[in-house]
């Protein structure tokens, strides 16, 4: 069983930049991928970007590309996600996610608790 812990949720500014982090323990991250996914109150969980096992592959929803980036480091068990130019679309609460990814669709397996990103217009 592996658990995730996000950080670095908060208030921000429309056009301010934000940065996640998400810890593994229990199990290394390295040969499995990663993603975010964030939910908005009352709606499913929707997909944000994923990273594949080795880092270079990484794939994100249209409405983040350009402005979010996925990175990971395996020897701290670490992914992370940058997300620039932040618009009020994005307040939603965000969760880290470890599972596989194959042929560019992404397979959920463990959650964390999810962090809140809020912004405010």
């Known amino acids: 069983q592996v658990q995730l812990v996000e950080s670095g949720g908060g208030l921000v500014q429309a056009g301010a930049s934000l940065s996640l982090s998400c810890v593994a323990s229990g199990r290394t991250i390295s040969g499995y991928g990663m993603a975010w996914f964030r939910q908005y109150p009352g709606k499913e969980r929707e997909f944000v970007a994923a990273?594949?096992?080795?880092?270079?592959?990484?794939y994100y929803s249209d409405s983040v590309k350009g402005r979010f980036t996925i990175s990971r480091d395996n020897a701290n068990n670490t992914v992370f996600l940058l997300m620039e130019n932040l618009n009020a679309e994005d307040t939603a609460v965000y969760y880290c996610?470890?599972?596989?990814?194959?042929?560019?669709?992404?397979?959920?397996?463990?959650w964390g608790q999810g962090t809140q990103v809020t912004v405010s217009p």
């Open positions: 996610n470890t599972g596989s990814l194959n042929s560019g669709i992404y397979y959920p397996h463990f």
């Open positions: 990273i594949g096992w080795s880092g270079p592959k990484t």
